[in-house]
């Protein structure tokens, strides 16, 4: 079984802080992907990044920037100088492609952001 | 390209009912998955439609149901409603494939029940 672990379930920072979003994953698959999901108060969830577990390799967007660390089970996202506008829940999710389906997410509990003016 | 339309946004039912959701996925995605999140329990799976066939299914009651359309569209159904299944129920879209490298799934905004 899988599993992913958000321990953060709510962080605050001032606007032009770097904030750094914590997600621990569990699986016995070697074939697995990784995720970042924001859900804005709208509800939708918004797909910010997929990663392979063949592919370490850290990878940056604009002021997003992920750290993928297999000896750890880690994939943590870090958002560089927030804004008001981050301000979101923020999921991390997991899936393997052993069981037929790629497309079975396990998500972790979410962490509450809140970026103060 | 338009994204997934979830209908209806908001509806509130009475226990005991039985409740329809619909899902429009992407133009020219095949799968479509279901999933609940509730304050509780957060987000969790329901199933996966792919080419009109449940292709997976998390660990609900058969209360819950669902199926697809020859034009991808998917509905999906509760029946005998509890005043647990309160919950926002969101639909994923994405291309589905197998033997394809694994593409990521959309989601729509979601519906919004509340079993009164």
């Known amino acids: 079984a899988q599993k992913v672990t958000q321990a953060q379930t709510e962080i605050s920072v001032v606007e032009k802080e770097d904030v750094t979003l914590d997600c621990v994953y569990e699986?016995?698959?070697?074939?697995?992907?990784l995720f970042w999901y924001k859900q804005p108060p709208s509800g939708e969830l918004v797909f910010l990044i997929r990663r392979n577990s063949f592919d370490e390799q850290n990878e940056i967007s604009g002021r997003y920037s992920w750290n993928f660390q297999k000896s750890t089970s880690s994939f943590n996202f870090t958002i560089t100088a927030s804004q008001v506008v981050d301000s979101a829940v923020y999921f991390c999710a997991l899936s393997v492609r052993s069981g037929g389906s790629a497309r079975q997410l396990t998500f972790g509990s979410g962490t509450q952001l809140t970026v103060l003016p | 390209k338009a994204g997934v339309t979830q209908t209806p946004r908001y509806l509130i039912k009475t226990r005991g009912q039985q409740v329809t959701l619909s899902c429009s996925p992407i133009?020219?995605?095949?799968?479509v998955s279901w999933y609940q999140q509730t304050p509780g329990q957060g987000l969790q799976f329901l199933f996966e439609y792919f080419s009109e066939t449940q292709r997976n299914k998390g660990n609900f009651p058969g209360r819950f149901s669902g199926r697809q359309f020859s034009n991808s569209r998917s509905e999906m159904n509760v029946s005998t409603l509890e005043l647990g299944d309160s919950a926002l129920y969101l639909c994923a879209s994405s291309w589905g494939g197998r033997g394809r490298f694994y593409t990521e799934a959309f989601f729509g905004q979601g519906t919004r029940l509340t079993v009164v």
């Open positions: 699986t016995r698959d070697t074939t697995y992907y």
């Open positions: 133009s020219g995605h095949r799968s």
